[in-house]
């Protein structure tokens, strides 16, 4: 969507100052979202010529820029009338038009000097070509849009908007898993007219969060794909508001563009809550706020998501069976949800339920080859407004779009509705957790209180990005969901990394296997195939759990780690030596025959781990 065109007519219902355009043609305009979707069904044959005449002009063909905020410096308040452009087209007897970011653009013969590269003063013309022009909109991704349109999915439903609900009537949409957007559910709260990109930036410019390219994480399909980077409050706000920004220089030409999906501030930023609420007055949510543990747990349920317009939350329904909300404070966003019913349809990946469901289906860009189910789902759609907040069942699978920049408030929580699935779930994750990697809370427990044995010149480093690690092992502890190190981890690595001798003593669960992981991963050189780092377990489940959280950490290092162990074939082991590998993971017995037998060289060892 643009500024409305004056004159512009709606091609539904004819009004005048129609300020959506079509998503696919963007040469058509409607008056609002609504007139656009019932529209859809007579407009998407001329839609689809309009896409195949516009593909079909040629690359000497030209266009004049008259007004659009595709360069910096140009007056983002006016854009061309299309209509306008007609007559000016007829008038100089030129070939036509064509529209490219919201503004329209006059066509002609070939200049005599092209500025392809030029950035216009205000009021300047520039000509491209065509072919030119398309490549510039790859090229220049950093520059990033500031309102789109709505995504139109051929028969989706209406996602119903409700105020005034009691907590018995909202209680009895969690029963019948039906969804809803409260429209009044901001209702006095100070952030509607405090929390700006601007405020943020002014008041947690230095706080930092990880932004990806690729949200939510994927872990089926997204080693190597994804990229996550630690970015400031300050440096984002900055890339979201089109500002020199270091996230500019990793733009990609995709249009992928990067989503702070994972700011958890309410822990460490209690007033926050002063401003917004993590209860809606409707909603039955049975998290205890509590002190200690359940004060950690309670606040690691509330995130602010932020990014520019198009971020894009792929298709996917929440962890641990919980209900979900996610309220908009700032911009508009486009949720597509399919019901739980669905789940098959949507060609789900296996996963458990306490890592949530994910797919690769995009509701925007369906593929019926790939994904032929999907076309039995029922979708349903809704633009969530600012002020508005979206209220999710347990299991209900959801993709959401920016249209404009975004700031939203999310809530994962359960209720007497859901309260049986979530702990059930809940108890088989702990039963399975000796099998497999452990993974980290998304804050770090408050240290006070408690009394920590360390020697006297021990640094204590509160982040991941303190320790100095290579930028492919950084890139892997964040994209398999670590956030912030545990107590031990910010006591325990940086003296490994140094080459010192440590004994780390901590309770079960605490992260200490990742603390000796990191340290052989930060060390090994991949490009000798020599085994460089030993760890050594009393059972094979620990060696085992041992080489899953390297592997796990060590994903786009290209490390070879092997567990061996007994219970396995002796030609095995055998053969990985011979191949080659990096990190051992073993039990005495079986390392020290390999040893003895001389198929598992010691020389190279730089790091010996002695595991429980």
């Known amino acids: 969507m643009s500024g409305a065109a004056a004159g512009s007519r709606c091609a539904h219902c004819s009004r005048l100052d129609a300020a959506f355009s079509c ?48 360069f910096p410096g140009a007056d983002a308040g006016k854009f061309a009338d299309v209509e306008a452009a007609k007559r000016e087209c007829l008038r100089l007897g030129l070939g036509g038009f064509v529209t490219w970011g919201g503004a329209a653009f006059l066509r002609r013969q070939p200049a005599a000097e092209l500025v392809a590269a030029a950035r216009p003063a205000q009021g300047a013309t520039l000509w491209l070509s065509v072919a030119q022009l398309t490549e ?31 907590e018995d009537e909202m209680t009895d949409r969690f029963r019948k898993s039906v969804p809803v957007v409260l429209t009044d559910s901001q209702e006095g709260w100070p952030a509607r007219e405090k929390w700006t990109f601007k ?17 939510p994480f994927f872990k089926q399909s997204d080693r190597g794909k994804i990229r996550t980077v630690k970015a400031s409050m300050r440096e984002f706000v900055n890339y979201v508001q089109g500002q020199p920004s270091a996230l500019r220089s990793l733009q990609t030409h995709d249009e992928r563009v990067f989503y702070a999906n994972g700011w958890a501030p309410f822990l460490e930023h ?57 309220s908009q404070i700032r911009g508009r966003k486009q949720f597509i949800c399919y019901s739980p019913e669905d789940t098959e349809n949507l060609h789900s990946h296996p996963l458990d339920e306490f ?16 994904f032929p189910l999907a076309r039995r789902a029922r979708a349903y759609s809704v633009v969530v407004e600012e002020g508005e907040t979206v209220v999710l069942p347990a299991r209900w699978w959801h993709w ?60 204590v480093l509160p982040t991941f990005d303190a320790l100095g690690l290579k930028e492919d092992l950084l890139r892997g502890v964040y994209a398999y969901g670590f956030e912030r190190p545990s107590a031990v981890q910010q ?28 340290g052989a991963l930060q060390s090994v050189d991949t490009s000798s195939r020599e085994p460089q780092a030993l760890f050594l377990s009393p059972t094979r489940e620990l060696a085992e759990q041992s080489q899953k959280v390297c592997l796990a950490l060590g994903d786009y290092l290209n490390v070879q780690v092997h567990v061996c162990v007994g219970g396995k ?33 010691t020389r190279h060892i730089k790091m010996l781990v002695l595991d429980e």
Request: contains cysteine.
């Open 199 to 215: 405020w943020l930036s002014d008041n947690f410019g230095d706080e930092e969060m990880p932004c990806s390219d690729l949200a």
């Open 355 to 370: 890592d949530g469901r994910t797919s690769l289906f995009d509701p925007s860009a369906p593929d019926y080859e790939a």
């Open 23 to 70: 998503s696919r043609c963007r040469c058509t305009r409607f008056c609002s979202p609504e007139c656009q979707r019932l529209a859809w069904p007579a407009h998407k044959v001329h839609c689809g010529q309009t896409i195949q005449s516009t593909a079909q002009q040629g690359a000497e063909e030209w266009v004049k820029i008259v007004g659009t905020d595709a």
């Open 400 to 459: 959401a779009k920016s249209l404009t920049p975004s700031v939203t408030l999310m809530r994962n929580f359960v209720n007497e509705t859901n309260l049986r699935d979530h702990f059930e779930i809940r108890q088989r994750v702990e039963a399975e957790r000796q099998t497999a990697p452990p993974r980290m809370a998304s804050k770090e427990p408050n240290d006070e209180g408690l009394v920590f044995e360390t020697s006297e010149d021990v640094e």
């Open 136 to 166: 510039l909109s790859r090229a220049r991704a950093a520059l990033l849009p500031t309102q789109l349109p709505e995504v139109i999915v051929d028969g989706a439903r209406l996602v119903q908007k409700c105020s005034g609900l009691s």
């Open 270 to 326: 209690p007033e926050l809550l002063k401003d917004v609420s993590d209860r809606l007055y409707c909603v039955q949510d049975s998290i205890p706020r509590g002190d200690g543990p359940g004060k950690i747990f309670n606040a690691s349920l509330t995130k602010v998501f932020l990014g520019p317009a198009g971020t894009v939350s792929r298709l996917h329904h929440d962890t641990y069976a919980t209900h979900v909300w996610l």
């Open 491 to 518: 006591r325990a690595i940086l003296p490994i990394l140094k080459g010192r001798d440590v004994i780390v003593q901590s309770q079960s669960g605490t992260g200490k296997t990742c603390v000796f992981c990191l």
């Open 569 to 601: 074939r002796v030609s095995d082991d055998i053969h990985t030596f011979e191949a080659g590998v990096h990190i051992v993971s073993g039990t005495p017995g079986r390392v020290f025959h390999m040893i003895q037998q001389r198929h598992f060289s």
